[in-house]
Structure formats: C-alpha cells, structure tokens
C-alpha cells in the first residue's frame, strides 16, 4: 500500500519551515482508496517567493485548521504504507519536523519518484516534476498546489509501476505489509483479488516472487494454484505467504508480460525453456511461374517467415482463413497436391493462378497485402487496444517492423507525437516468442485500432 502525497511550505531557514497544504492519496497499486486534501496554518508567515510560486498567502491559511487538527487523519491515512512523493526526503523531513514539534515521532518508508524515474525513464531532459510529466504526456492542474501535483504523481508512480520489469517496488510493497502475510487461510489471499485481466504473482514469506503467470480472470486462475492437489501445487500452497498483481486491462500485455517477466525473475515455480513458444510458421518462396507460394513448415530459426502457430492444427486452419479472405490457391498455398485446377477454383474462391488464368502480378499483390498484415515486418505502428480504466487505452509500438514495448494514455490524450509515445511506452525485449504472442493475437482480434505511424528516423 501506499501513501502518494504532496507538501507546500512556508519556505525558510532549514528545518524551521511549516506545512501550508498537505494532499495524500492512498494507492493500492491500481487505484486511489482514500484521499485527504487540505490547507494547513503554518502559525508562522509564508516567504514572499513562496507566495509568488503556489499563490497560497497568509489570509488564505487564517481559518485553515493548524497542523495538529490534522495529524491524526495523517498518521491513520499513511498506516502501513510505504509514502511516495516526488522529492520524498523533503517531503518526509518536513512531516517528521512538524511532528516532532507535537513530541510524536513519525517514521514511514519512502519511495522517490525523482529517483525511480532516472532508473526507469533515462534519458528526460529534466526531472522536476512539471517538466517530466509534461514530457510523458500526463496531465497537471495546479502546479504547485499540494493536490495538483499529487495527482500528477499518482499518475506518474502509476506508470513507474507499470515500466518495473524487475518488480522492485512490488516486492518491497509486500515486504512491508504484514496484513499481506499468509497466517491463517489461502482463502483470505483470493478475497483480496480481482477477477481482471492481468498478470498475478506469488510471493513467499520474504516477498520474493516464486509464480508468476496471466490470467482473464486473475481470481479464478489464483484459485485454481490453490485447489490443485498435485505435488507442485501443494509446495507451492505451503510456500506462498503473498499474492500481488498488475492490471493490463487486454490479454494482449498481459501475454507479454508474462513472456517477459517470468524470463527476467525467472520464479522458482515457473517452468523455464529456451525452446520458442511455437512449433510451426508459415514460408514464403517464388515458384518458377512467378507465383509466390506459402507453405506451412516446422519452424526453423534460421529462416525468415511470415507467422507462426503453436501447432500444425492452429497452422492449417489459419492458412485456410487466409486463403479464403484474399482468394489465394490451395495448390500454391500448399494444401493440395497435383496439378490442373485447385478445389477453390471450382467453388470460385480461386482466380485461376493454379491454371495460370490469372496472372503472377496480380496474385502476388494480394499475397503481399496478406503478408503485411500477418508479419508487420517493416511496419510503423501502434496498436491500440483496452486500457486499465474507463478512460484509459493501451498502446503496443512497432518501429521498422520490431517491437519496442506497450503503455497506457488516456482518451482525452492524442498520440501524436511520437517522441511522447516512445516516453510512456514501457520497453520490452523483442523475440521470437514476442512476435508469436503478437501476430498471433492480431489474426485473433481483427478489430482492433491499428494507427500507422510516421517516422523522420
């Protein structure tokens, strides 16, 4: 859990400072479960910069309750939370100064959006907290009022969450909630889960990840690891003290996270291979007609091709959707044998390229439309689909036919620039098992949004 907040101050001499206005949101890691906003009387004057800056003067704070009126709400709002805040050691030395002067001492875990945005987004031209999120495309009203940049924050820890391949903060997070622990029964773990799409993860005593897997319904797939009883169920039940996930909001990401994040954390319970995830692609080749062909083959990594599929079935049955949508020839898409006129020709399907009726010229055109869509090799794109929230979209990038990574914007936000797009875009390692989950849920889900991109690069 944790307590995203931000402080005004009067300004001053070190340590002599006082809270102007004080906003705390508490984050489970997906949404924000309680807030509290409010201006505070410092009891002492603001510096005149400061009131230039936030626009918070003294008048404003003279009937605004003094920093002990709140400090219980603080103390109950921030319990058990790890505080995040851009620039957290101010912020946390400027609450521990102001209780200190109350003779309670206030201590909590802290977590810097400042220092997790250099590790996880390298490379901004600035780091302060205006010029960042405006760099990555999130919204901010009221700079430098308490709540405006907290909600900035929000959005950006959200997104530092999201762009943690490595699932540090995540471990930390259940490190420091004992309510997490497991000391009574499985069941409490699964009442505690949603039945989203995402990927879940299984933590032992130590918050070291042991599963990690996806799911559509992540309380169902959790229950299903604790009703099993076959030995690896069972060790792995009596190990789990945690359970954390990671809304993806489409099945898409979640796929690719876990592809990554199991090859990355490499959890004790996952099983790990370096065989690719697919058995069998498709190949393309020109016959001495002209006529390109495609074939289905085992596949081989040493050669280009065009898809791929977990087996022969999903293989053949793709290739004849493909032949029937594009008009293409079973012979030449080799699943007929012999010579003369194919069985499509004969219900129509086919324009005769079997018995050279129609030309090279324009069955390859077709052939090449097919092979674009299926391969998005050379492609810039993106592909948008659902997001987290109501309000939210997710986007996959491809540059020059490679997968760079997925991230999230919101509606009211255009993906307009690409320089912004390649910000928010968590990046992820391109492979040949990335671009099976790809192409694979692309031949699956033909709505969805595909923008074509334009690039200077």
Known sequence: MYAILDIETTGGKYNEEGIT???????????????????????????????????????????????????????EITKDCIVVAHNAKFDHRILRLEFRRLGFDYERKTLCTVELSKKLIPGQTSYSLGKLVRALGIPLSDRHRANGDAQATVKLFKMLLAKDSQKEILKESVKNE?????????????????????????????????????????????????TNDNLKAKELQKEVAAVSFEATGNELIALLKENEEVKQNKPKYNKTSNKPIFSYALYQFVDEKGYINLKIARADARKSNVTTFSNMQQAKSTLRNMISSYNLCDRLCGLELGTGKCFGYTIKNCHGACIDLESPLDYNARVRELIEIYSYKDQNMLVVDRGREVDEKSALLVENGEFKGVGYFNLNYQLNNLEIVRSIITPMKNDRDVRHIIQSYLRRNKKLKIIQLQTND
Not at 192 to 205: K, Q, R
């Open 178 to 226: 004992p309510s997490k622990q497991l000391d009574t029964k499985l069941v409490q773990l699964l009442e505690e889960l949603p039945a989203i799409t995402g990927v879940y993860y299984l933590h032992n005593s130590d918050g070291d990840i042991i599963y990690i897997g996806k799911s559509k319904n992540i309380r169902k797939k959790v229950n299903q690891h604790f």
């Open 21 to 75: 206005e004080i906003a705390i949101y508490k984050f489970d890691g997906h949404t924000v479960i309680d807030q509290f906003i409010s201006l505070v009387n410092p009891e002492q004057p603001i510096q005149p910069f400061v009131v230039g800056l936030t626009g918070i003067n003294n008048d404003m704070l003279r009937n605004a309750p003094k920093f002990y009126e709140v400090a219980k709400r603080i103390v």
